[in-house]
């Protein structure tokens, strides 16, 4: 038995070094990268929530609202008018408070806890009902060229006929008199908007989360296959004190050092992966929100998966090394 201990020792520290860095990166990013709070600092700071109005425009011409129900002068708008009037209408602190909330929807659809991922419009319905959405439709009026007069002419016609009105800046005399139409108007698109924007529900089969939901188990468990060749490594090679430091001590020291460089090296290494991945494989259940900012989620991710594993292989390495000139000192 003696002559076959050290054999079955060294195979089985080897085994244990060669899984347990893996295992700490896997366990790492599923307790890590399947949380919102990972992404919504990185995002602020990458102007994320500046893009949810054009999200939004987008998906207003999508046919989330019957056109026919919106006041005259927000009829036919370009996406480009959408985006701004949102802009005008939802404050950025406004936009966060929706943005964090979008985020949260989206990581409890992943985690399948909903089959949809909404967001929330009341803010937008809040402001088109007060004096900021007339204000609002003016400020994106100021922004088209000077009205002409056979354009003058003409919007008035279409005002009384309740028709689509061409879109240019009306002269300072003619607000006093749009106004009254226009606050009246945006009260009826108030009722118009959805209280709620589907951003994406669950496809009918082949859902896609099942097998996410299999890999991320997967993720949780895999520190048991590194701790189990441990526990061999134990019963075969420790027999005493100073074994148990030689034998832990040293493949927790290269364990360390090999977790240690992959989180050195992994952010630089998994992030074009990862991007590929992200774009290749998760449109048919993402927004285009997100695919947009593939950039900005890949650098949240990476930045909050790799730190911790760099420090981690650092304080392993330290024990083991630690370990191992404890054993080295210490008598049978």
């Known amino acids: 038995m003696d002559s076959i201990k050290k054999p079955l020792g060294i195979f089985f520290a080897v085994l244990f070094a060669l899984t347990a860095a893996p295992a700490l990166v896997f366990f790492n990013f599923d307790q890590r990268a399947f949380t919102p709070q990972t992404y919504q600092k990185a995002f602020a700071n990458s102007d994320f929530y500046n893009k949810l109005p054009a999200s939004m425009a987008e998906s207003m011409l999508a046919g989330t609202t019957d056109p026919n129900q919106l006041p005259i002068v927000m009829r036919g708008m370009s996406r480009q008018a959408w985006e701004e009037y949102f802009r005008a209408m939802l404050p950025p602190e406004t936009l966060k408070a929706m943005g964090d909330e979008t985020l949260n929807a989206v990581f409890a659809y992943l985690q399948g806890q909903t089959d949809t991922v909404q967001v929330s419009l009341a803010p937008l319905k809040t402001n088109m009902t007060s004096d900021a959405g007339a204000?609002?439709?003016?400020?994106?009026?100021?922004?088209?060229?000077?009205?002409?007069?056979?354009?003058?002419?003409?919007?008035?016609?279409?005002?009384?006929?309740?028709?689509?009105?061409?879109?240019?800046?009306?002269?300072?005399?003619?607000?006093?008199?749009?106004?009254?139409a226009i606050q009246g108007q945006m009260?009826?698109?108030?009722?118009?908007?959805?209280?709620?924007?589907?951003?994406?529900?669950?496809?009918?089969?082949?859902?896609?989360?099942?097998?996410?939901?299999?890999?991320?188990?997967?993720?949780?468990?895999?520190?048991?296959?590194?701790?189990?060749?441990?526990?061999?490594?134990?019963?075969?090679?420790?027999?005493?004190?100073?074994?148990?430091?030689?034998?832990?001590?040293?493949?927790?020291?290269?364990?360390?050092?090999?977790?240690?460089?992959?989180?050195?090296?992994?952010?630089?290494?998994?992030?074009?992966?990862?991007?590929?991945?992200?774009?290749?494989?998760?449109?048919?259940?993402?927004?285009?929100?997100?695919?947009?900012?593939?950039?900005?989620?890949a650098a949240a991710m990476?930045?909050?998966?790799?730190?911790?594993?760099?420090?981690?292989?650092?304080?392993?390495?330290?024990?083991g090394f630690g370990m191992a000139a404890a054993g080295y000192f210490i008598k049978k």
């Not at 000077?146 to 919007?155: G, K, M």
């Not at 118009?192 to 188990?217: C, E, G, K, M, V």
């Not at 990476?302 to 024990?319: D, M, N, S, Y």
């Open 135 to 180: 204000q609002a439709v003016f400020a994106l009026l100021a922004t088209q060229p000077a009205c002409t007069l056979e354009q003058i002419a003409q919007a008035t016609m279409n005002l009384l006929n309740n028709n689509e009105i061409q879109f240019c800046n009306p002269p300072a005399e003619l607000i006093p008199l749009l106004t009254p």
């Open 187 to 297: 009260q009826a698109a108030a009722f118009a908007i959805p209280d709620q924007l589907t951003l994406f529900s669950a496809p009918p089969q082949n859902d896609p989360r099942d097998a996410l939901q299999t890999a991320r188990l997967a993720m949780r468990l895999s520190p048991i296959l590194p701790l189990g060749f441990l526990l061999l490594l134990t019963v075969v090679a420790v027999r005493s004190l100073k074994d148990w430091l030689n034998w832990w001590g040293v493949p927790l020291a290269v364990t360390g050092g090999l977790t240690a460089f992959l989180g050195l090296v992994g952010a630089s290494a998994f992030g074009a992966v990862f991007q590929q991945t992200l774009a290749n494989r998760m449109p048919a259940f993402l927004p285009a929100l997100l695919l947009d900012s593939a950039n900005a989620l």
């Open 302 to 319: 990476l930045q909050a998966l790799f730190l911790p594993i760099l420090w981690q292989g650092l304080g392993i390495a330290f024990i």
